[in-house]
């Protein structure tokens, strides 16, 4: 298991988001759409994961489908665009389903998913979510496994100039969530992710720190995430 990627819901569309990257001196991309879900992305690759800026492109069809991130994203936007969730990705994801659900997690069960990039590639996946409703209390994180071994997407970005020799200098060290109970969430996470808990309300995912800390208003959300 490992950090897939970040998301950050955003009212902007991906060439905004792209404009927006590079004035500060970072090599993001148009991803492409999810025309399924009517939605569409933009994405920043680094050395051990990516972050994603997702955003509604067709609402009439966003409203309608019943896909969990597409609903949480409908509905943090109503107040403000911010970090929304994170992705972690598995080698078994059949396996997985089966292995939370005997934890006693209810799962969304194992959904296909694709993208057209933005160059008319379509680029397929299989994804996973624990069941919750959409509200103002902490998503769990969702669950990917993508068609394509990693080594060999990591080298289709370098080739088409999405993963830079610059990009790769940046890592994400740390993605810190708050929360208004972080020993509840953390135990929680725990248990989902069958990791132990750290000292400081804390998990490792190999390198990366999913780190909880309180707030004392506000959404249960991601809160930050540290790239360096």
């Known amino acids: 298991m490992k950090l897939d990627h970040v998301v950050y819901f955003t009212s902007k569309s991906p060439d905004e988001i792209v404009k ?5 001196g970072k090599h993001a991309v148009p ?14 690759y680094v050395k051990n994961a990516y972050v994603e800026w997702l955003s509604v492109e067709r609402p009439e069809f966003a409203e309608q489908v019943d896909h969990p991130l597409t609903q949480l994203l409908l509905h943090d936007l109503k107040e403000k665009d911010g970090w929304g969730t994170i992705c972690l990705s598995v080698t078994d994801i059949e396996q997985f389903n089966e292995d939370i659900t005997n934890k006693g997690f209810a799962t969304s069960g194992v959904l296909d998913a694709e993208r057209r990039t933005a160059g008319g590639e379509l680029r397929k996946w299989k994804m996973l979510f624990v069941d919750q409703p959409v509200s103002n209390e902490l998503p769990y994180p969702f669950f990917i496994e993508w068609e394509t ?80």
Do not use: Y
């Open 31 to 44: 991803g492409g759409k999810h025309e399924k879900w009517g939605t569409h992305n933009a994405l920043l």
């Open 149 to 228: 071994p990693e080594e060999m997407r990591r080298e289709q970005l370098r080739a088409e100039g999405s993963l830079t020799a610059e990009n790769e200098e940046l890592v994400i060290r740390e993605c810190v969530f708050g929360v208004e109970d972080p020993l509840r969430d953390t135990g929680e996470w725990a248990v989902l992710l069958s990791q132990k808990v750290g000292d400081s309300n804390d998990i490792m995912i190999g390198e990366i720190c999913l780190r909880f800390i309180e707030q004392e208003s506000g959404k249960d959300r991601l809160q930050d995430v540290i790239i360096r």
């Open 20 to 24: 927006m990257q590079k004035k500060e």
